[in-house]
């Protein structure tokens, strides 16, 4: 979903609680684990403490029914059922979302990118430490490499591999 020109994307997981009798909700948490700690900005719903995370608020929900008027140290009282919160919710989900976006005069990059770049600067710096002129061309040509695949200049092999690494395509 976009939201005031920030896109959002929103992941529902399992609960958290520690199971031994069912395999196939011990996987549910296992995937609800791994989204957790992949969550640019945590919004946790539970009774119980949240886990520790950089971006998160602890949000008391079904503030609305009766017996949960009482907010008890979260961040923001909520109801789906009412719509109460909701603007406060997205007014503190705007601010922590441009936290974590670059200024507008500064490109974005996924992870990918994120890393290529990496890659190319620790090459840069390691050409530049360089006495050995081979060497540093060596280091030089790594970091074309990691531009290249940024910019789409890579080689069609590599492009595809990079494609189908991400999706699964089947009968």
Known sequence: M???????????????????????????????????EEADILLWLGDSPPPAHPMMLWLHARADLPGRESAM?????VSAATGAGMDSL???LDVLAA????????LALNRRQSDL???AADALSRAAAQHDTLLAAEELRTAR???DAITGRAG??????????RFCIGK
């Open 2 to 36: 976009v939201r005031g020109g920030t896109a959002y994307l929103l992941i529902d997981t399992a609960g958290l609680a520690e199971t031994t009798m069912d395999p196939i909700e011990a996987i549910g948490i296992d995937r609800a684990r791994a989204a957790l």
């Open 73 to 77: 140290g979260r961040d923001l009282a």
């Open 90 to 92: 997205w007014e503190r």
């Open 99 to 106: 936290k974590l976006l670059p200024p507008p005069d500064l």
């Open 117 to 119: 770049a990496a890659a």
């Open 145 to 147: 490499r990691a531009f």
């Open 156 to 165: 069609v092999e590599a492009m595809l591999d990079s494609l189908f690494a």
